[in-house]
Nanobody
Framework: VQLQASGGGLVQAGGSLRLSCAAS????????MRWYRQAPGKQRDLVAV???????NYGDFVKGRFTISRDNAKNTVYLQMNNLKPEDTAVYYC?????????WGQGTQVTVSS
């Protein structure tokens, strides 16, 4: 199974971006799908998670600004990011939980200028 993340880029504060992460390969069942982020010199933090049933949870620092969603037919998870702030600058990683283990994507850079 491979994950391909896309949608990162450079945006001004207050702007929006939509990240996508598509899973491919021998996929039978995906459980939770997650987005993490890691800024330079900092730990990797959980941004948002969506269960197989559609339940969601978010890090306190993004509540009300970001929305996670998934398209099970496309094995894809999305992260809609609104009202971006310079402190949101980081590499964003997708992560999916399979029945046999966890898979990480390669990361996509998000840079928010002030």
């Amino acid at each position: 199974v491979q994950l391909q993340a896309s949608g990162g880029g450079l945006v001004q504060a207050g702007g929006s971006l939509r990240l996508s992460c598509a899973a491919s390969g021998r996929i039978f069942s995906i459980n939770a799908m997650r987005w993490y982020r890691q800024a330079p010199g900092k730990q990797r933090d959980l941004v948002a998670v969506i269960s197989s049933g559609g339940s969601t949870n978010y890090g306190d620092f993004v509540k009300g600004r970001f929305t996670i969603s998934r398209d099970n037919a496309k094995n894809t998870v999305y992260l809609q990011m609104n009202n971006l702030k310079p402190e949101d600058t980081a590499v964003y990683y997708c992560n999916v939980v399979m029945t046999w283990g966890t898979v990480w994507g390669q990361g996509t850079q998000v840079t928010v200028s002030s």
